[in-house]
């Protein structure tokens, strides 16, 4: 397991943060609009308290509103996705937990790790390790209001 505190990054170096405590869970998501977002196949995600972050170099981030209450954070140079964040959860962020140097390890519970909306998992997507896999959302993820909303509608 990790050693706290971890570091991480973009490509360019620019944007550079500190992880002060262990995350407390990541989800895989397999949705369209996460693989929009990164450019993979899926986006991996792990959800930390923001007064375990510190980030450097913050000047050289840039927003962008993947959905109207979730802004996701890109390095304007190398175009780096490093956070983002949901407006309703005022103490929750998710970091882009493969941006760790070294690949580290984020420091969650083994519980805590999921693949998520695998129902909208792209075609030629094969993953099948042994971790949980959701349909949709975990428990254990920041709902975002877009996910909010559809909740609702399939209530
Ligand atoms: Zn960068
Ligand atoms: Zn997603």
């Known amino acids: 397991m990790s050693r706290f505190p971890l570091e991480g990054g973009c490509h360019c170096g620019a944007v550079r943060y500190v992880l002060h405590k262990p995350a407390l869970s990541v ?14 196949m899926f986006g991996t995600g792990a959800v930390v308290q923001r007064d375990g972050v510190t980030i450097t170099g913050e000047g050289n981030l840039t927003a962008y509103r993947s959905s109207a209450t979730f802004p996701e954070m890109f390095c304007k140079t190398c175009g780096c996705h490093l ?59 920041i709902i975002t209001g877009l996910q909010k909303a559809e909740l609702l509608d399939r209530q």
């Open 83 to 141: 956070f983002a964040y949901e407006d309703s959860e005022p103490t929750l962020m998710y970091v882009s937990a493969a941006t760790l140097d070294g690949g580290a390890h984020p420091g969650h519970p083994p519980d805590k790790e999921s693949h998520v909306y695998m129902r909208s998992k792209a075609q030629w997507d094969r993953t099948a390790d042994d971790l949980i896999k959701y349909s949709t959302t975990s428990p254990d993820e």
């Open 27 to 40: 989800q895989h998501c397999h949705c369209e609009r996460c693989r929009k977002m990164t450019g993979c």
